[in-house]
Every structure is written in C-alpha cells, then in structure tokens.
Nanobody, 114 residues
C-alpha cells in the first residue's frame, strides 16, 4: 500500500502550488497524516501534519505559508504552498505520522527557481 503525492512542478519564487495525496481511504481517514519533503542534498523532514479532528502543526520553515487540509470524506490530503522560496525545492511525500516505510510513494518534485 502506498500513498501517492502529485501536483509538483517548476515554479518561480513567490508563486503558489497545491499538492494532493491519495491512496487507501482507510489509511487517510484513520491516521494523523503528514506531508514530508526531502531537499536535493538533505534529509527527509516532516513539514505539516493534520489530525483526524483537523488540528494542524507546521515546521517553522513553512509556518504561515503552507496549509495542510483534508477533504470531507477524508480520502485525500492537500498541501497548499504559498510564497514559495528556492529553499522549498524538494521531493514532497505524504505518509502517516509517524511514518511507515511501506506507505512511501514516489513523491512529487517541487522546484522553485527563477
């Protein structure tokens, strides 16, 4: 079972992008969900998480710019990314929090460059 992230692309600094995560609806609806990212020469990190009740937490580096959300049926999770910066360049993944190795998908590349 994998969770698939999509919606990445190449954008300019200051632009916005929305990522989507789909997979098993039961996984998404029953767990705390997180968006993770791995920069080109860095470690994978959790940048946003959302609980079943809708509570959210963000890494300091994205706070105020990124918003995580779920759809009402809890079958998808989204990451709205605003005011993108070059340092946001990374492969973005979704997984539960804490993550499970079996749920990692291929991720989606976001490149922020002028």
């Amino acid at each position: 079972v994998q969770l698939q992230a999509c919606g990445g692309g190449v954008v300019e600094p200051g632009w916005l992008r929305r990522l989507s995560c789909t997979g098993s609806g039961s996984i998404i609806s029953r767990n705390v969900m997180g968006w993770y990212r791995q920069p080109p020469e860095g470690q994978r990190e959790l940048v946003a998480r959302i609980t079943g009740g809708g509570g959210t937490n963000y890494a300091d580096s994205v706070k105020g710019r990124f918003t995580i959300s779920r759809d009402n049926a809890k079958t998808s999770v989204y990451l709205q990314m605003n005011s993108l910066k070059p340092e946001d360049t990374a492969v973005y993944y979704c997984n539960i929090d804490p993550y499970r190795w079996a749920y990692w998908g291929q991720g989606t590349q976001v490149t922020v460059s002028s």
